[in-house]
């Protein structure tokens, strides 16, 4: 798997590395600590985007890819014989945001129900700021974000 990873600073460094490696690369989805599989359709749908925000630690880039579900149980068979472990997941987990809010109630106790409520509050904001083009709605959107953001920081670690 070729891929970009676009730093912080302005830097881009191009590698390479095995599929399996690169998904245990991507921040907060496979956890080497807790050791969690995610659902075949999150494994695919982050692999067909071609991007992957990493916060601070950068924007990820490759090409995009479709797996077939031959090819996604070989690659659970790999992460399986690395020591990951396959779960049941309630069908709402369906992409990254979902997988991350079950894998918080799963591991941590967070309330699924509260937390999907804030995350699709902050998606619907983001994707306003997206489309906004208004100076002073912009204004508003973005510390309208940033108190969500602080509200779901807030109700989060109340369970960490």
């Keep these: 798997m070729i ?3 676009y730093k912080g600073d302005g830097e881009i460094v191009s590698l390479e590395c095995e599929l399996v490696d690169f998904l245990l690369k991507l921040p907060n989805f496979i956890s080497k600590k807790t050791k969690l599989i995610p659902p075949n359709i999150v494994i695919k749908q982050i692999l067909k985007e ?3 925000n990493a916060g601070m630690s950068g924007i990820i880039t490759w090409k995009k890819t479709d797996f077939n579900m031959v090819e996604l149980s070989q690659l ?3 992460l399986v014989e690395r020591g990951f472990e396959k779960t049941n ?4 987990v369906v992409d990254r945001s979902t997988w991350l809010v079950w894998t918080y109630e799963y591991l941590h106790n967070v309330p699924s129900s509260q937390h999907l ?3 699709n509050q902050i998606i ?3 994707a306003k700021l997206k489309a906004c083009n208004e100076k002073e709605i912009k204004e508003a959107l973005t510390l309208e974000l940033f108190k969500l ?3 779901l920081t807030e109700f989060i670690s109340e369970y960490i």
């Design 89 to 92: 997941t309630p069908n709402w």
């Design 124 to 126: 619907e904001i983001n």
């Design 3 to 5: 891929y970009n990873l």
């Design 50 to 52: 071609g991007n992957y």
């Design 76 to 78: 659970n068979k790999l």
């Design 149 to 151: 953001e602080m509200n």
């Design 117 to 119: 409520k804030l995350n």
